[in-house]
């Protein structure tokens, strides 16, 4: 009997794993300015957020399309856009703890659909940018979740072995795209699941309880 790929590359999305998002205060200050603002996916969809996560629309791009929304009679200042769109995360810490102490004994990488804004903030606020050896944010990728080439790429960036990787994401899509390429995949539901999950693939963070 053939003995189990060891796990050596955990590779974690960043939204609703190692950060937790809220949009309401972007969406309250569209509203106040006029904006026929719905839920946060109408939003995103009206400024065509995936052509800034591609790296399609760079970042000062993206803030016209959101000052686009308000009414022309009370509009959003650049800098009160740029506020807006910054100010929506919140760190999960056990999360990121648990990423740098993988990364002691293992090849830790991030791979995440974000534009340049975000991840340019995530860096400077959180370090996100130090964990493990290396980000593929998927504006510089050119593609995203849950698209075949943001992972062969990520393939290609860190000589991903895929029976020897793991991904760790909270969405069940991109997770069916990771396990197509015969990487392992832990849908992410909170902590002590993951953690749960990451030991059952024999990935045993070294001093975590």
Same mark, same amino acid.
């Given at each position: ?25 972007? &969406? /309250? ?5 006029? $904006?026929? %603002? ?9 400024? !065509? ?36 769109? &910054? /100010? ?5 810490? $056990?999360? %990121? ?9 293992? !090849? ?21 940018h130090a964990i493990g050896e290396g980000a593929l944010p998927s504006y510089l990728a050119g593609v ?66």
């Amino acid at each position: 009997m053939r003995a189990p790929r060891v796990i050596r590359n955990i590779v974690f999305d960043i939204g609703w794993v190692l950060v937790r998002l809220n949009y309401r205060p972007l &969406l /309250d200050v569209l509203a106040a300015h006029g $904006a026929p %603002v719905g839920d946060r996916d109408a939003v995103m969809h009206r400024i !065509r957020l995936e052509d800034h996560e591609t790296g399609r629309l760079p970042g000062h791009g993206l803030l016209a399309r959101l000052q686009g929304l308000t009414d022309g009679r009370d509009p959003l200042s650049l800098d009160e856009t740029l506020a807006c769109w &910054l /100010d929506m995360f919140e760190l999960e810490p $056990a999360m %990121v703890e648990l990423a740098h102490r993988l990364s002691e004994h293992h !090849r830790v990488f991030l791979l995440s659909n974000i534009g340049d804004l975000h991840w340019a903030h995530l860096s400077r606020e959180y370090r996100l940018h130090a964990i493990g050896e290396g980000a593929l944010p998927s504006y510089l990728a050119g593609v995203m979740k849950p698209q075949q080439g943001i992972y062969a790429e990520a393939e290609r960036r860190f000589a991903l072995e895929p029976a020897a990787t793991v991904f760790v994401d909270d969405r069940p899509d991109n997770i069916a795209t990771a396990r197509s390429r015969g990487w392992h995949g832990i849908v992410h539901r909170g902590y002590r699941e993951t953690l749960g999950a990451l030991r059952s693939l024999g990935v045993d963070p070294k001093g975590v309880p």
